[in-house]
């Protein structure tokens, strides 16, 4: 439950500032993508594969799921909601350290709260730990914050795509596998905790697309990226075939169709995406030079 209340506080708070209008929905889009992106890659290593700490939530019946839906609200909802929050207010900061290190100070006191109440367990992590890598996440975020905020100049179009990428193909996985839907796992047996081996491999198996999206997407014209999009789309969809076929996927209320859609919709939004944001780069140059 005290995850539960921790996001509504930051999404009453989100949409209280957004209400005046100071950031875009490229902003938006692209500071939520990049929050997830790096806390995925941090937590998927420091939880999941190396068992460092864990998520006692209290959502679920058994402690696996209880922590899948730890990182869940943690790196997928929290914090990135707490970073469009934080872009906010660090997009025109003159002191870049001190909202950095006011924000620090605040996920490193919650992370003390959640200890406390026993929703968060270490087994070979120490708060310093998370305090250090809260201070040097803000404060590159506090980086990043102006060219998010104004896209002038923005981050890199690959930067944006890759972190986009990652974030709806990852969502779609989490949505449907385990620990909330579960209709359907990965069981490869790399891992013997079933949870680290359906998302390891949902989600390696999910970034080698990414990083194709990311590659081949901005380097064809329009009328050929449906093609591009096509072959990625059919690429994982042969994998999960395959794994079916090889018994490393196992479908519950799940069938063919519904796996093919499972990778068709987030490369296709991908797609769009990049349609969308492209289109808004050059509204842009034409605006700088009138």
């Known amino acids: ?8 506080v930051f999404v009453v708070w989100m949409i209280a500032l957004l209400r005046k209008k100071k950031l875009s929905w490229h902003t938006l889009l692209a500071s939520y993508s990049i929050a997830v992106f790096c806390a995925d890659m941090l937590e998927v290593s420091l939880n999941l594969l190396l068992n460092l700490y864990k998520f006692p939530t209290h959502l679920a019946k058994n402690p696996v799921d209880e922590n899948e839906l730890g990182i869940i609200f943690a790196d997928t909802l929290i914090l990135p909601v707490a970073f469009i929050i934080f872009v906010y207010f660090a997009r025109k900061s003159n002191r870049p350290w001190a909202i950095s290190l006011l924000f620090a100070a605040l996920f490193t006191l919650l992370e003390w709260i959640y200890l406390e109440t026993g929703y968060m367990k270490y087994i070979r ?3 310093s730990y998370s305090a250090a890598f809260y201070v040097v996440g803000f404060r590159v975020g506090a980086y990043l914050a102006p060219r998010l905020a104004t896209y002038d100049p923005p981050l890199p179009y690959r930067v944006r795509l890759l972190c986009f990428s990652h974030t709806i193909i990852m969502w779609i996985g989490a949505l449907f596998a385990e620990p909330l839907l579960k209709m359907y796992q990965y069981r490869p ?7 680290a081996d359906c998302r390891f491999t949902d989600l390696v198996s999910g970034d080698v697309l990414t990083w194709l999206c990311v590659l081949f997407i901005p380097m064809f014209p329009r009328r050929l ?3 591009v999009f096509a072959a990625i789309a059919c690429l994982g969809i042969s994998f999960a075939y395959y794994s079916h076929y090889k018994g490393w996927l196992i479908y519950h209320r799940w069938n063919h169709v519904l796996m093919a859609l499972r990778y068709v919709v ?3 939004l991908v797609l769009l995406y990049d349609r969308w944001e492209l289109s808004y780069e050059q509204k842009r140059r034409q605006k700088g030079n009138t």
């Open 225 to 227: 990226k449906y093609v």
């Open 125 to 127: 992590w120490n708060l």
């Open 189 to 195: 047996g790399v891992f013997a905790d079933r949870m």
């Open 1 to 8: 439950m005290l995850y539960i209340i921790n996001l509504a």
């Open 266 to 268: 987030p490369v296709f």
